[in-house]
């Protein structure tokens, strides 16, 4: 991949610290924009055959947008990275036009590729209460096994991403009746906590060896450090196939399960989008489907085939 031109890569980082600091982008999303606009940027020195500077960036054409799109289904990009591709240099040159007065029309009117629907995979109930047990059961340490129940059953509770149970911190060792989450784009709401999540979270603190102080991390490592997300996601993996699950079984499918479970007994959409922290309605109105999906099977289940 062609590396970006010197005062192109600048602009890319001050609109990556514009991101980062202004905007609470995390470090993950940070480099994932990075790769995709610089991967951007470099098609451009290659396809114009010289470096693309400030005022080159203000001159991008449709041709430029289709023969990079081009280029990045060749080379076997999916539509839905293709997409977050576009989106992410979108996003840099609406910063462009806003804090160096480039417009460059011709990339804010390039459509992405067209996007099959992807439709959450929740776990059931039944399933989700046997990955609970089977968890507890996987560490021969009752302090780490009583962690591990504690960690999944704050997922399933209440609807956290990993990250936001991960970073929890320790606080006065009790959680309260409900969490003040900051999500992603620095995003704060409400999220109650059931007694059962509570219990469980408890528990585990008492047999917990060590103790971080109030500020530090709630869930622990075996060492005593802060838990890697990549515990619980292979925590996760060992219980899905000792339970015959799936493999969408992971962690954050048990945040579907949270929202679905919530639709199921009739819970509002605004309400599940404030819980969960979704910025768009749209993006919670996909339970929706799930929940049509989920009657079509029942339907398809219990109808007669045949005869009449």
């Known amino acids: 991949m062609t590396a970006a031109s010197e005062g192109a890569a600048a602009l890319l980082e001050d609109w990556l610290t514009h991101q ?15 790769r995709d606009v610089a991967g ?25 947008m289709r023969a990079w799109m081009a280029r990045e289904r060749e080379r076997g990009l999916s ?9 992410a240099v979108k996003g840099f040159f609406r910063w462009l ?3 160096r007065a480039v417009e460059a029309p011709a990339v804010h009117a390039m459509r992405g590729p067209r996007l099959r629907q992807r439709l959450p995979r929740p776990i059931a109930r039944e399933a989700a209460s046997a990955l609970l047990d089977s968890a507890e059961l996987q560490h021969p340490e009752a302090w780490i ?7 999944l059953t704050l997922l399933y509770g ?46 585990y603190l008492r047999l917990c060896p060590h103790d971080p102080g109030a500020t530090g ?20 993996e060992v ?41 768009s309605l749209s993006t919670t109105q996909v339970y929706t489907s799930v929940d049509q999906a989920r009657l079509m099977e029942i339907y398809a289940s219990a109808h007669p085939k045949g005869g009449g």
């Open 145 to 151: 096994a009583a962690r591990d129940r504690a960690v």
């Open 239 to 279: 219980c899905r196939a000792q339970l015959g699950l799936p493999a969408t079984a992971t962690p954050h499918a048990l945040r579907h399960s949270f929202a679905t479970a919530l639709l199921e007994a009739g819970g509002d959409l605004r309400a599940i989008q404030s819980l969960l922290g979704h910025a």
């Open 97 to 99: 036009a806003e804090h």
């Open 158 to 203: 209440s609807g956290l991403r990993i990250s936001e149970a991960l970073g929890l911190p320790r606080g006065t060792g009790v959680l309260p009746d409900v969490l003040r989450i900051t999500g992603k784009g620095g995003k704060e709401r409400l999220v109650p906590v059931l007694p059962v999540a509570r219990a469980a979270v408890s528990e």
């Open 40 to 64: 951007f940027l470099g098609f451009l020195n290659l396809h114009r055959g010289g470096p693309a500077g400030l005022s080159a960036l203000g001159t991008v054409t449709h041709s430029d």
């Open 217 to 236: 991390p709630l869930f622990l490592g075996a060492r005593g450090g802060q838990l890697n997300p990549r515990t619980i996601q292979k925590l996760m």
């Open 20 to 34: 980062r600091v202004l905007r609470g982008s995390r470090p993950l999303t940070i480099e994932a924009y990075r």
């Open 79 to 87: 539509a839905r990275s293709l997409a977050r591709g576009l989106s």
